[in-house]
């Protein structure tokens, strides 16, 4: 069974960092692209980045371009978000799911991100 | 990297049929065949129901199905049933390696 559980999640004052991270099973990690999707409360999905399966190619939504960090470790079934001088707007739940974009069919639960003085 | 517009709500009863717009440009809908439709029911994760314009993961009910014209792509439901009442969200490849979210559609079943 597939299974996604994210962890690191929770209050962070603005300016502050947070690393994300996701851990895999129930399929062979290496062989797939992962994708950080994040919603704010009561708002709609917002794709925030994703990476290749050997870590070589990352993309972001501009807003988080040059403070997010997105990488993997395949040895450990991981999947991790470093997150940098968080902003108010930051604040959200943020999911991993499996797949790049075209077809992400296995989503975890969510890590609530509140970023506030 | 603007958000896809789909209206913000949509109803039907029972046993009818809906149907969920999405639109977008060249750049993104209208240009590639990487259309994706995601169903989310109140404090769940998204679900996937409909990826590559009109393609049906394992599992997701023949009722789902979706189409696109241009830069516009469209998920229907036949058949509504009281468990498809959720807020739906499209998704597309845009140009640059980006992925862009529509702002969702309350479905509400009568």
């Known amino acids: 069974e597939v299974q996604l559980v994210e962890s690191g999640g929770g209050l962070v004052q603005p300016g502050g960092s947070l690393r994300l991270s996701c851990a895999a099973s129930g399929f062979t990690f290496s062989d797939h692209w992962m994708t950080w999707v994040r919603q704010a409360p009561g708002k709609g999905l917002e794709w925030v980045a994703n990476?290749?399966?050997?870590?070589?190619?990352?993309y972001y939504v501009d807003s988080v371009k040059g403070r997010f960090t997105i990488s993997r470790d395949n040895a450990k079934n991981s999947l991790y978000l470093q997150m940098n001088s968080l902003r108010a707007e930051d604040t959200a739940v943020y999911y991993c799911t499996r797949g790049g974009g075209r077809c992400n069919s296995y989503w975890g639960q969510g890590t609530l991100v509140t970023v506030s003085s | 990297q603007s958000a896809l517009t789909q209206p913000p709500s949509a109803s039907g009863s029972p046993g009818q049929s809906v149907t969920i717009s999405c639109t977008g440009t060249?750049?993104?809908?209208?240009?590639?065949?990487?259309v994706s439709w995601y169903q989310q029911h109140p404090g769940k994760a998204p679900k996937l129901m409909i990826y590559e314009v009109s393609r049906r993961p394992s599992g997701v009910p023949d009722r789902f199905s979706g189409s696109k014209s241009g830069n516009t792509a469209s998920l229907t439901v036949s058949g509504l049933q009281a468990e498809d009442e959720a807020d739906y969200y499209c998704n597309s490849y845009a140009d640059n390696n980006v992925w862009v979210f529509g702002g969702g559609t309350k479905l509400t079943v009568l």
């Open positions: 060249s750049s993104d809908v209208g240009g590639y065949n990487y």
């Open positions: 990476i290749k399966q050997d870590g070589g190619q990352k």
